[in-house]
């Protein structure tokens, strides 16, 4: 028994060595959910997260390491990550990330990082020296990328590859680090990044995009911020509708009145313009017994004659031109393996999709988006009258008292 635990001990110590060797992007990266190597497609672009991290250049510092306090100058930095999803399957979902950093600093157009002029009342002496926070352009132009006299080893992302010599790569002093999916993405950036990925290859449902942003340094970059973000990829036509009655006394509250017609109206949620070629109707279900109305348009208008509570169903069909795929099934490679979250999908049977020859020759999907929204419909007042009164009944004691009272009662709203 001490011997098989004696074996066991060995062991992990063996495993904590090749761990210390060699740190992976996942290692770095990934907050605890970790992706079977073998379980996900590729997204275009990005790379393995099982490839190995350069530590030395971009160290890594837990969370509550005393060094994150000397990672910027006058304070710590924020990230916010913001993303437009739900995303569509098959659309494009972008993130933003922007920098906060601490109060009186900015970047310049040179991608430098300065003081706020009049910022502070008590402003850091006025030399030129003080101006900056971070003067990244000297510190380039000591060792450029043209006429470096020491090593080039600089300016390389994590994984080893060089940044890219575009115009003004130079003015750009941020690593970001992307990592969704089991995949990382790099770039270099300024104070803001943007970026897209298309969802084709993610699966259904809830992911995290995690991002680890580093500032250049003096012989390796510093970490300064990370941060995160939910993102949801649906096969359902993301989708809002809005309703419009006139005289509406309250627009948020679903309730209408009887014989007025209500203005129903779609917008969809489609950022990135996935929808932009695609043939789209509107499938109406008042649900007082109406019918069903179809449109092309995603305005329209509905009058209730009856009075109560009615479910609006309504469907938005795609219809999504695709080029045509081979004829002969192509048996998927190992790593496209279908993944739990689209096989626990289970109400991906509702969507439609399905590739087929029409009219026009191209091939289509089909995606649906739906919403049920209650109504309540009552009694209206359109008009009030002042009708006037010539005689008035009246009491001896009301006779002495010139004031008299009415009372008017009103039905529906
Ligand atoms: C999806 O995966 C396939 C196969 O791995 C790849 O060829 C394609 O470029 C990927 N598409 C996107 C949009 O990521
Ligand atoms: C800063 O303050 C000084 C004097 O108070 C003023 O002359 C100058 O215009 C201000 N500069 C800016 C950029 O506001
Ligand atoms: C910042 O660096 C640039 C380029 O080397 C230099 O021209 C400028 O004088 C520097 N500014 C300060 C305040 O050191
Ligand atoms: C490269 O370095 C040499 C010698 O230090 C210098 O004469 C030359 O101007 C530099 N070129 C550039 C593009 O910086
Ligand atoms: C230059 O690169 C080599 C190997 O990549 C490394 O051993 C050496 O320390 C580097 N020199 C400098 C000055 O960075
Ligand atoms: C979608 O994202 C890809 C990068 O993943 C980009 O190349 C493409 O232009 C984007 N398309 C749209 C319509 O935004
Ligand atoms: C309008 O309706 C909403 C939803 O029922 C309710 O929260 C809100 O208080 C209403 N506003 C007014 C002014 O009645
Ligand atoms: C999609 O259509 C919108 C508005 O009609 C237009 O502004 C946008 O440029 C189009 N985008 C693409 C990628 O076709
Ligand atoms: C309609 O629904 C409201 C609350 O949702 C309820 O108070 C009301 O009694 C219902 N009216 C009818 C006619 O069912
Ligand atoms: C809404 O309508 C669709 C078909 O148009 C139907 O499949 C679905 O069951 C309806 N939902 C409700 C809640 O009535």
Not at 377 to 397: A, F, K, P, R
Request: charged share 15%; hydrophobic share 35%.
């Amino acid at each position: 028994m001490s011997g098989v635990c004696h074996h066991l001990r060995l062991l992990l110590l063996a495993e904590a060595v090749l761990c210390a060797a060699a740190i992976r992007f996942q290692d770095v990266l990934s907050s605890g959910t970790t992706f079977p190597v073998t379980s996900y497609k590729k997204l275009q672009g990005w790379s393995s997260d099982q490839n190995t991290w350069n530590e030395k250049l971009y160290p890594l510092w837990e969370e509550g390491d005393p060094r994150w306090k000397d990672s910027w100058k006058g304070g710590r930095v924020t990230a916010k990550l913001d993303t437009d999803s739900p995303a569509l399957v098959g659309s494009n979902v972008t993130f933003v990330v922007t920098l906060q950093f601490p109060k009186c600093q900015t970047e310049d157009n040179d991608g430098n990082i300065i003081y706020e002029r009049n910022c502070t009342q008590d402003p850091p002496v006025s030399q030129d020296q003080q101006v900056y926070v971070y003067n990244w352009t000297e510190w380039i132009d000591d060792c450029g990328w043209e006429n470096c006299t020491s090593n080039h080893s600089h300016n390389v992302f994590p994984d080893g590859r060089p940044f890219p010599h575009f115009p003004g790569w130079r003015r750009r002093n941020f690593v970001y680090v992307f990592h969704t999916f089991g995949q990382y993405y790099q770039k270099i950036g300024r104070s803001s990044a943007t970026f897209s990925v298309n969802t084709a290859n993610i699966s259904l449902g809830e992911h995290v995009m995690a991002v680890h942003i580093y500032r250049r340094g003096h012989s390796a970059y510093v970490p300064i911020a990370r941060a995160s973000a939910v993102y949801l990829v649906t096969d359902k036509i993301p989708l809002s509708v809005s309703m419009f009655q006139k005289h509406d006394r309250n627009i948020s509250d679903s309730i209408f009145i009887k014989d007025s017609p209500i203005t129903f109206e779609v917008k969809i949620h489609d950022p990135s313009y996935y929808l932009n070629n695609s043939a789209i109707s509107y499938k109406w279900n008042f649900g007082d017994g109406s019918g069903l109305f179809v449109a092309s348009g995603s305005t329209t208008s509905h009058t209730y004659t009856l009075q109560g509570n009615f479910t609006l169903n309504l469907t938005v069909q795609a219809i999504i031109p695709v080029p045509c795929k081979p004829v002969t099934p192509t048996a998927p490679p190992p790593t496209s393996a279908v993944t739990a979250g689209e096989s626990s999908n289970s109400d991906s049977s509702i969507t439609v999709e399905t590739m087929e020859d029409n009219p026009d020759g191209g091939c289509h999907i089909y995606r649906n988006g739906y919403d049920i929204t209650g109504i309540s419909v009552v009694e209206g007042i359109l008009e009030v009258n002042i009708i006037q009164m010539t005689s008035i009944q009246t009491t001896e004691s009301q006779a002495e008292n010139s004031l008299v009272d009415f009372v008017v009662t009103c039905q529906g709203r």
